[in-house]
């Protein structure tokens, strides 16, 4: 585990200096196009500052950032004691050094995320709609995978990566909006009226600046694609290993896949990447590039997962994923050490289907305790749903009129 680690920290760091090089690179170009030969340092003093602004507010509050974004709301063991026990379970199982704190989403369309900034100060976020819609194993598969996104470290590199390529494409906007805007204007003439090989060199300078601006966010972008899709399996790999059932987030992967629900509402493509499955709903059904997605297809994921029969360690993940892609192994030759993890048996069937009736039924309640509904119960045995909006302190059962007095917060 500890191989994959040091070897996750060393893609983060060597992704980090490409895209630094790219955003320092863009500025010094940019400064050079519009300030001519002694703009180069002043573009790049521009673009280091606007790298180690955004850096310092996504490491003092990145996480609460994408927390508020997504609408996540903190809840309590009372809240839903399933959820608070399967992410309980996972930590013991994966080592962490705290427990992380637990959110949900008040959307049907089921999927997660991890947040933090480390390992121990993780957090983890569903939706309700997740909490309907899956059994036990695999809501254990889930949290499995977005546990193996926290003790991987992938939590604070797709912080810093996204940070770093907000930067990069918010100095290449705000360059070509103004290119576009002095060309409306008029204000490009004074590179052609230099009379000399200066104005000419100027004019080469916009041109080349222009050309970088345009392909610099796109290198970025498939960097970071690139190493995404990469950190998923990875993901995947780790869950199986953590809950010796792969199957359980297999089947958690296509229900989430094949729901109708629709898109989640609170989804922007800087808190896409960091779900567990793509939050955005395709209007077409067409296959888009690989090279455009920060997730691997999900069909391959299950393929992977489900063709894992002889174990569940990093090497058979290995094994199974070399067999299905028909390509190198994305996890690092120091972490296939041999591990003898054997797969083991789901809960009875009979049980499952208790359980996913039970979880449908209590959907609605779960979302009402999180919007600070008051639960009361009646002698006759009646549960009353109080808002919080409601203000009288007395309410009557409408099954036998008993009156009950209704707490106030």
């Known amino acids: 585990m500890w191989e994959l680690i040091r070897a996750n920290k060393r893609n983060s760091i ?115 709609g997740l909490l309907g819609r899956l059994n036990r194993d695999e809501l254990q598969g889930v949290i499995a995978h977005e546990m193996s996104h926290i003790l991987h470290r992938d939590i604070l590199f797709v912080t810093l990566a996204g940070v770093m390529l907000g930067s990069i494409v918010l100095l290449s906007q705000v360059f070509l909006r103004g290119m576009f805007y002095s060309s409306m204007t008029g204000s490009r003439r004074r590179y052609s009226s230099g009379g000399g090989g200066g104005g000419q060199a100027q004019l080469v300078l916009l041109i080349i600046a222009i050309v970088v601006a345009i392909l610099a966010p796109i290198m970025a972008y498939l960097l970071y694609f690139a190493l995404s899709r990469k950190r998923e399996y990875l993901a995947d790999a780790g869950a199986a290993r953590l809950t010796r059932y792969p199957e359980g987030l297999a089947g958690a992967l296509e229900k989430i896949a094949n729901d109708r629900s629709p898109q989640l509402a609170t989804v922007n493509k800087v808190t896409a990447p960091m779900y567990i499955v793509n939050p955005f709903k395709k209007k077409k059904q067409m296959k888009l590039s690989d090279l455009t997605s920060t997730h691997p297809p999900i069909s391959e994921r299950v393929r992977i997962l489900r063709n894992m029969t002889h174990g569940a360690s990093f090497k058979d993940y290995s094994d199974s994923f070399s067999a299905i892609t028909k390509t190198r192994t994305v996890v690092p030759p120091a972490a296939l050490t041999k591990e003898d993890i054997a797969l083991r048996q789901a809960e009875a069937k009979a049980e499952k289907a208790q359980r996913v009736e039970k979880q449908m039924r209590q959907v609605g309640d779960i979302m009402r305790r999180v919007n600070n509904f008051v639960f009361l119960t009646c002698l006759c045995g009646l549960k009353l749903k109080i808002p919080p909006n409601y203000k009288p302190n007395k309410v009557k059962c409408p099954k036998c009129n008993n009156v009950l007095t209704v707490p106030k917060k």
């Open 14 to 128: 060597v992704l980090m200096v490409i895209m630094a090089v790219v955003l320092l690179l863009l500025g010094f170009i940019i400064g050079l196009a519009f300030f001519g030969p002694e703009g180069g340092l002043f573009g790049l003093i521009i673009a280091t500052a606007i790298w180690l602004i955004l850096t310092l507010v996504s490491f003092s509050s990145g996480d609460q950032i994408f927390l508020a974004a997504s609408k996540a709301k903190p809840v309590t063991h009372d809240v839903h004691p399933q959820l608070f026990n399967v992410v309980e379970e996972m930590k013991i199982a994966a080592g962490l050094p705290a427990m992380p704190k637990v959110y949900i989403i008040n959307d049907p369309a089921p999927n997660a995320f991890a947040t933090g900034r480390n390992p121990k100060s993780a957090s983890v976020a569903v939706t309700a």
